[in-house]
T-cell receptor, first 111, second 117 residues
Framework: GQQVMQIPQYQHVQEGEDFTTYCNSS?????IQWYKQRPGGHPVFLIQ?????EVKKQKRLTFQFGEAKKNSSLHITATQTTDVGTYFC???????????FGQGTELSVKP | SAVISQKPSRDICQRGTSLTIQCQVD?????MFWYRQQPGQSLTLIAT?????????ESGFVIDKFPISRPNLTFSTLTVSNMSPEDSSIYLCSVATHLRRDYNEQFFGPGTRLTVL
């Protein structure tokens, strides 16, 4: 079945360092979504990418969708302690609005 | 967006018993989903809750174990039946307010943390 692979599983950074998580699929995706889950919280939608090669920015966060629409990345510049949490990519599969989630990347930031 | 509440927020249950989790949305929504998130793991879709008809289950999940109701467009329940310790997990409901290709993000409830002894 369809899978969305996400790496790395964990990332520990010093505050101020950059962070990147990657998401890959073996099949072409219609879109890709990114969610953030704070410790003890629930996933919160961050952004959706639809177009080939699309790049979107939210303050220090930069999201990219590959030209072949099979991969995506989330890059955080100059991490802060508020960035702590697990970042998930998610892609639609089959029909009916269902999503398949990547394994997630847990980010910890040392002040 | 949508505001979603879940009850209970957490529970500790004995094996062999059942627990019903409620999900309430503040507006009518197109799609409602139930997920399971085991400790330190990603989200796994259990089923799509269909209004007025039987839920659509994903591979590995069956109606006898996880019966779901959705009587209207703002409410759904998930029952975890005949529980065992392996059912200890966080159960999340989510909704999608649109199904457009470029606009179909999901909004999640706060989750129900279930511990089975």
């Amino acid at each position: 079945g369809q899978q969305v692979m996400q790496i790395p599983q964990y990332q520990h950074v010093q505050e101020g360092e950059d962070f990147t998580t990657y998401c890959n699929s073996s099949t072409t995706l219609s879109n890709i979504q990114w969610y953030k889950q704070r410790p003890g919280g629930h996933p919160v939608f961050l952004i959706q990418l639809v177009k080939s090669g699309e790049v979107k920015k939210q303050k220090r966060l930069t999201f990219q969708f590959g030209e072949a629409k099979k991969n995506s990345s989330l890059h955080i510049t100059a991490t802060q302690t508020t960035d702590v949490g697990t970042y998930f990519c998610a892609a639609p599969y089959n029909q009916g609005g269902k999503l398949i989630f990547g394994q997630g990347t847990e980010l910890s930031v040392k002040p | 967006s949508a505001v979603i509440s879940q009850k209970p927020s957490r529970d500790i249950c004995q094996r062999g018993t059942s627990l019903t989790i409620q999900c309430q949305v503040d507006s009518q929504v197109t799609m409602m989903f139930w997920y399971r998130q085991q400790p330190g793991q990603s989200l796994t879709l259990i089923a799509t809750a269909n209004q007025g008809s039987e839920a659509t289950y994903e591979s590995g999940f069956v109606i006898d174990k996880f019966p779901i109701s959705r009587p209207n467009l703002t409410f759904s329940t998930l029952t975890v039946s005949n529980m065992s310790p392996e059912d200890s997990s966080i159960y999340l409901c989510s909704v999608a307010t649109h199904l457009r290709r470029d606009y179909n993000e999901q909004f999640f409830g706060p989750g129900t943390r279930l511990t089975v002894l």
